[in-house]
């Protein structure tokens, strides 16, 4: 054998030990991590997997001495050849570890061991203290954390908890040690001056001497181990002679709880603490804490004050609320999602925070309605509010914030530029980091990036849809759905410079508060169906019903809109499509009853994330059900099957979506689940505990409920409560109501249009009868809209008897701005109204109010005087029906109340509505042709918006007709009609001119396209000021002398009845 | 009060109208001015809340000389004796016409389905069958569905009445759903009713349905099924209107050269509204609701509302209309009616026209009754002859007399039923 051969083997031989050595290290690394075992299990398997580590593991042995007990195999030998490792605690020795071989082995350099044999005994000795040190921290955390003992409980006699925690904390912590022995002494001389002499006081005086020790330079000395030792057990005699062991055991848990929470305190309190700092603290807390406890030391609600100020909301109101539900360990949930910059003092913005207070709500209220328990919140990342200027700041932006100063048209050219700029800026590192985190955390499940801002949801500014919420698909590379996520969040960041939020805080007197924008990054609830990703279900609930369809229903008794996928379409009012409705007070009750009515009211469009495009979508019930039905979860719950005009719930086994025709009905789910039940505490709860009614937004994946949204109801400008003026004169009042009604305002009515129950039942022929119906539709394309009401007997629109309710239908009266139905006492009954029950839907949907009127109940006024004598103007309106004349009675209010308007009140909370005759509700706003010509135009945002739409137009168009030269295009004369001459124009009106022509055909041409640069260029000017873009501006209708005089078409307007033209001066140049 | 509007005085006005012209003695006039049988009854429903409601309920039998007497029960809010009476007249007269051996009922209740729950409902059904049980039953009147009942109410009043009397009587109500009792060729039976009918009339008028064309108003079940029968018979469908659901107008939809309505269906949302901008890309022309009605084309086919054919617009309609075969209930006003038999246009009676709804419900009693179901074409088989022979009758009494078409048809129906209770010996 040649030395390189020796060699080989010497370097072979060390390394097949090495290998042994570690194989036998993760052996007792996994005896270690066992926790089933117990301490003396685990060391005696220790014990025999030890020798498999060494040289000669057949005649290897080893031995583990404890706390006065030895572990080692059965037929252990003693021997001299032994390696052996001492136990250490705290510098104290409490045991220790041997390996011995039991005969002869050959030597190595220095001795029977190897230098890495002796080095794996310290790592196992080393392993195995910090393993029961471990184990006794879980025993202290959970000793501290259990019940509070029954003092008569025999098992309790012995041994006293608190001397086992006393033991533990020496060996672990004896800060705390120190810290418990001062309280215990100070509560020991506070309460038993007499029992225990001074003796309290002495021992105090021993424990505080190290730290304040005079005036002496040198720093004080710290206690030993053993002065410790000495100092508790006699403290704790002492204590034990005037204390049961149940009280001493505690007052000890109270005191660690406290002294755990102040390292929390010190880094809430200081001022301009970084966010960082309190989230290591909460974390270090959290760990620590017994979640289940009684709040139990002051400096505990203290700490809950700030942490709510600090990351919620610093409202005197808020806190009172949220204090009461959220504790400190409740914050973990947000401090472990949270994305902040450093030193970031930022919160979560108001969405984020009704959200969490709401979650938390349900959760402690969950003990006693376990219903509650079931609801989840989607997993959430919370990104600070502050570092909105954090990413402004890195990327040089701070410019932005003047944004809000600037004029709309300015903001609205630069919006668009604004998004883009703020598209191409640059994260900063740590935020990409984070978010990086974040996304891992999320997966590749589809993310919804909303708006949290400082500003959101705060009560009476709900910022609906003013903030963006963007759907993200997030599906393909880790870099893919990072960059979207930013793009997203970049996104809602531009959205705070968006003209529309610019204006909404401007209206609000909201521009100079600070508003910074939070971020929630959610995962989408839902489930994968085909392409698609979706919630089963989802929709919006209010706590408070503003649009009763019975009355057996009450306004507590909530609103549901529901929808089938992704709650958005539950959100918005729609234009085409109709979500259901329930009450979740009287979910029987529903809105529609007949097949018919079920099947026309159902929805018809469901939206979706399509996962291969990663696009939002909206796809057509009927064909997504035959492609998709058998996919959807609880699919039973949501659609109904409708055969041979039988609408029925059935079993999902029995709905053959290829041929059967479904309905979404949600029938299934009101009546074989607990969901109604559910919202319906849900909504009950949040009520009570935060004393407002709720508006909530949910959704479900067909197996749990998540809770999305939480806000106060009274937060949407429609369901705000009317005032109830009380110093009205008696004579201006037209109408009172004191049933069924609900929360709106209808201002500057300008119309009532007035069926007269009493004419209306005296009608005689069928013909007559039917005439009303169609009276009221044509009357109802003449009046300005929603500036009217209508009025009238019984059940509008029924489709049964005629003589019971005027005949229309949903056309004939969708101009309006309430149906008000008129149950007047005939001879012996009250007859039932209809709440609008025939076009319910429509109604919500266009925001129509509705409110029934009962003139012969007590206390009620209805002017029936005013509404009976005042000038008729139908015969004017529709000269061929003046035999309806005294059935049908159109009234122009201001015409007839010395230019007053009716104003509507709604007030649900006081169950009181009333109609009386005031001047018009906006400070200025007087219609075009009521008001003396101004020359000027006042800046657009120092007026309410809707008076402005017409302003300016108006404006405009006297400047356009003085410079329209009479002669060059033989032009009579010009005038204004329509909306703005109405004063009624909105954002996206056109300006309506009639142009009296009288000329050659080139003229013509040449006066078309002057128009036609005119309408461009107001177009133009338009969508800076409102965003609404369109082709031109101007509606020029031309008329001839010959139109005049047959008052064809719009030449009718000039000289009309009811909102004439108005004639715009020209040049004095004339024809 | 007594100067208002009532349905009944209308009917037993029109009555006494086609009374004088048969001439019918004073005994016959005063038995079928009003009806035979009344039932008033009070129901009592335990509601959800634990409280009970007292419902008024009715049932009217007007005449039962020809058969059981058949009509709906209606759950209406404010409904009235009257109205049901008038409801009770007319369904005499409606079975007679087609001359199936039915007499002429109508019930309800006063209440409103939307401010009941379902199980109030249900409630409510079994307590006006348990009221009404010993006076009802397939021998002896016929309940059906009528203003907001439905299918599920009808097994509610069936189910009940079978407990009552320990069998199994399939026959005592109609307008179950297939399977559960129901008749086949239900839904296609209003449609196809009105062009069977029409089909006997332009033989009569000697036109050949391969070169007519016709305008139809609506595009709901009775309109899609006429006009898919017109066109296999060789018609042209020019126009048909259509409720515009997000414009909230009615549009008409054009094409001179013919719509096809099965395009037309396959173009058609859920709400009954037709695609424009696809039926612009078909070819068709997209025309304000109301000029169905101005169409140069020999059939006009009302097949949506009542009181769409009005004095203010009965003057549109174009010289060339030829036949007005009415597929709604009651589309035209009495003014426009006048206007219309000035201008001889030949009017198939809404009471014919529609009867295609109330012949399949004889069928489904039929059906029901011997416990044995037809296969669809079976169905529709029988409705064609029974409608057929029904027109033909009219229409020969109307040549024979030289009576207008409406009128001829009250004089034929009453008639039927005048002979039956003269042939009875109820009166001499």
Known sequence: ?1071 | MERAYNPYTTAQAQFDKVAAIIGIDDGTRDLLRQPLREFHVLIPVHMDDGSTRIFNGFRIQHNDARGPAKGGVRFHPQETVDTVRALSMWMTWKCAIVDIPLGGGKGGVICDPHNLSESEQERLCRGWVRQLSRVMGPCVDVPAPDVMTNAKHMLWMLDEFEVIHGGKYPGFITGKPVGMGGSLGRTEATGYGVIYILREALKDLGIDPRGTTAAIQGFGNVARYAGSLYSSLGGTVVAVSCWDNSAKQSFTIRKKDGLDTAMLIGITNSYGTIDREKALAAGCEVLPGDDWISQDVDILIPAAMESQITADNVGRISKQVRILAEGANGPTTPDADERIKERGIFVIPDFLANAGGVTCSYFEQVQSNTNFFWEKEEVLRRLDGQLTSAYRALYDLALKRKMYMRDAAYVIAINRVVQAVKMRGWVR
Request: proline letters at 5%; one cysteine or more; aromatic letters at 8%.
């Open chain 1, 1 to 1071: 054998m040649t030395d390189r051969d020796n060699a080989n083997e010497h370097l072979l031989g060390l390394l097949q030990e090495r290998a042994k050595e570690l194989n036998c290290l993760y052996r007792i690394d996994a005896i270690l991590n066992d926790e089933s075992l117990s301490l003396p299990e685990m060391l005696e398997r220790i014990v025999s997997a030890l020798p498999s580590g060494f040289r000669f593991p057949d005649v290897c042995q080893a031995r583990i001495v404890y706390q006065n007990r030895t572990y080692q195999p059965a037929g252990f030998l003693r021997s001299d050849i032994s390696a052996v490792c001492d136990l250490k605690v705290e510098g104290g020795v409490v045991g220790l570890v041997e390996v011995l071989y039991t005969r002869e082995v050959p030597m190595v350099e220095d001795g029977y061991f190897y230098d890495k044999e002796r080095q794996l005994l310290k790592i196992v000795a080393e392993r195995i203290v910090q393993t029961i040190m471990v184990r006794r921290m879980k025993q202290v955390a959970c000793a501290l954390n259990s019940p509070p003992p029954d003092v008569g409980t025999p098992a309790w006699a012995s041994p006293p908890q608190w001397k086992v925690v006393v033991a533990l904390l020496l060996e672990t912590d004896p800060d705390m040690l120190t810290y418990v022995c001062r309280k215990m002494l100070q509560h020991l001389s506070a309460c038993s001056s007499n029992a225990g002499g001074n003796r309290p006081a002495v021992l105090n005086q021993r424990v505080i001497q190290p730290f304040c020790s005079g005036e002496v330079n040198a720093p004080g000395a710290r206690m030993t181990g053993q002065e410790l030792a000495q100092l508790s057990e006699e403290t704790f005699t002492l204590a034990s002679q005037q204390m049961s062991d149940a009280e001493i055991f505690m007052s000890m848990r109270r005191w660690i709880q406290e002294e755990k929470a102040n390292s929390l305190i010190t880094a809430v309190e200081r001022i301009g603490g970084s966010v960082g700092e309190v989230v290591e603290a909460i974390s270090r807390y959290y760990h620590m804490l017994d979640r289940h406890s009684p709040s139990a030391f002051p400096a505990e609600r203290w700490l809950e004050v700030a942490l709510i100020r600090r990351f919620l909301s610093d409202k005197p109101d808020f806190i009172r609320i949220a204090r009461r539900f959220l504790k400190i360990h409740d914050f973990y949930d947000v401090t472990s999602r949270l994305i902040y910059p450093s030193g970031s003092c930022g919160k979560i913005g108001g969405k984020a925070t009704g959200l969490f207070l709401a979650q938390k709500i349900l959760d402690r209220r969950s003990g006693e309605i376990p219903l509650l328990a079931s609801v989840k919140v989607p997993k959430t990342w919370y990104v600070a509010t502050d570092e909105t200027t954090e990413f402004l700041q890195y990327n040089r932006l701070q410019g932005l914030n003047e944004q809000q100063y600037k004029s709309l048209e300015e903001i609205r050219i630069e919006y668009p530029q604004i998004i883009q700029l703020l598209k191409a800026a640059h994260f900063p590192p740590g935020f990409v980091k984070s978010l990086a985190m974040a996304l891992d955390d999320f997966g590749q499940a589809p993310l919804i990036v909303r708006s949290s801002s400082v500003l959101e949801d705060q009560a009476g500014a709900a910022f609906s849809g003013k903030y963006k919420s963007l759907f993200l698909g997030n599906q393909g590379s880790k870099k893919d759905r990072l960059e979207a996520v930013m793009d997203a969040i970049a996104e809602v960041y531009a959205s705070m410079y968006s003209p529309d939020s610019i204006q909404y805080r401007a209206e609000r007197g909201m521009l100079d508060l600070h508003e910074e924008m939070g971020i929630l990054i959610q995962e989408v609830v839902g489930t994968r169906i085909g392409p698609y990703f979706m919630p089963s279900f989802a929709g919006v609930a209010f706590s408070n019903n503003e649009y009763c369809w019975s009355p057996r229903i009450k306004r507590e008794d909530g609103l549901v809109r529901l929808v089938l996928g992704l709650g958005s379409r539950a959100v918005d009012r729609l234009n085409n499509d109709f979500p259901i409705l329930m009450s979740p007070g009287q979910p029987e009750l529903r809105v529609n009853t007949t097949p018919d009515e079920i099947k026309y009211y159902s929805p018809k469009q469901a939206d979706v994330l399509n996962l291969e495009n990663n696009a939002f979508e909206s796809v057509d019930i009927d064909s997504f059900l035959r492609n998709y039905g058998d996919a959807v979860p609880d699919v039973q719950h949501i659609v109904s099957v409708c055969r041979d005009g039988y609408v029925r719930a059935t079993s999902a086994l029995d709905i053959d979506f290829d041929r059967d025709d479904p309905v979404v009905t949600f029938d299934g789910l009101a009546r074989n689940s607990v969901f109604i039940k559910t919202i319906d505490r849900i909504l009950q709860v949040l009520r009570e505990e935060m004393q407002t009614p709720v508006d909530i937004e949910f959704a479900c994946d067909g197996k749990q409920f998540y809770l999305l949204q939480c806000r106060s109801q009274n937060s949407g400008p429609e369901s705000l409560p009317g005032l109830i003026p009380k110093d009205i004169e008696r004579s201006n009042i037209i109408f009172s109501a004191s049933r069924h009604v609900s929360n709106g305002t209808i201002p500057d009515v300008s119309h009532i249009v007035y069926v007269d129950p009493d004419g209306y039942s005296e009608l005689q022929s069928l013909d007559d009868l039917v005439a009303v119906g169609r009276v009221v539709g044509m009357i109802n394309a003449m009046l300005p809209k929603r500036r009217f009401i209508l009025m009238g007997p019984g059940r509008w629109g029924s489709r049964g008897d005629v003589k019971l309710g005027v005949q229309v239908s949903y056309a004939d009266i969708n101009n309006a701005a309430a149906l008000l139905e008129i149950a007047k006492r005939k001879s012996n009954y009250v007859p039932e109204l209809s709440f609008g029950t025939h076009f319910f839907q429509d109604l919500v949907e266009a925001n129509i109010r509705y409110l029934p009127l009962y003139p012969d109940d007590e206390g009620i006024i209805f002017n029936e005087a005013f509404l009976t004598r005042v000038t008729n103007i139908l015969p004017r309106l529709l000269p061929d029906y003046v035999r309806l004349a005294q059935v049908v009675r159109v009234i122009d209010v201001p015409e007839s109340a010395d230019g007053k308007l009716l104003q509507i009140s709604m007030n649900g909370e006081m169950g009181d509505a009333i109609g009386y005759l005031a001047a018009h509700a906006g400070r200025q706003a007087v219609p075009r042709r009521q008001r003396p010509v101004s020359g000027k135009a006042e800046r657009a945002d120092e007026l309410r918006f809707d008076q402005e739409f017409w302003r300016w137009r108006a404006y405009m168009a006297e400047r356009l007709a003085e410079r329209l030269d009479p002669v060059a295009f033989g032009v009579k004369g010009a005038y204004l009609t329509g909306s703005v001459n109405s004063g009624t124009a909105g954002p996206g009106s056109d300006i309506d001119l009639i142009i009296h022509f009288q000329g050659e055909a080139e003229q013509l041409r040449r006066l078309k396209s002057w128009l036609e640069g005119w309408s461009i260029a107001l177009a133009q000017i338009n969508y800076l000021k409102t965003g609404c873009s369109c082709e031109g501006l101007l509606d020029a209708h031309i008329v001839t002398d010959d139109d005049i005089a047959a008052k064809t078409s719009f030449a009718a307007k000039i000289d009309a009845i009811t909102d004439p033209a108005t004639p715009l001066k020209m040049s004095d140049r004339q024809t």
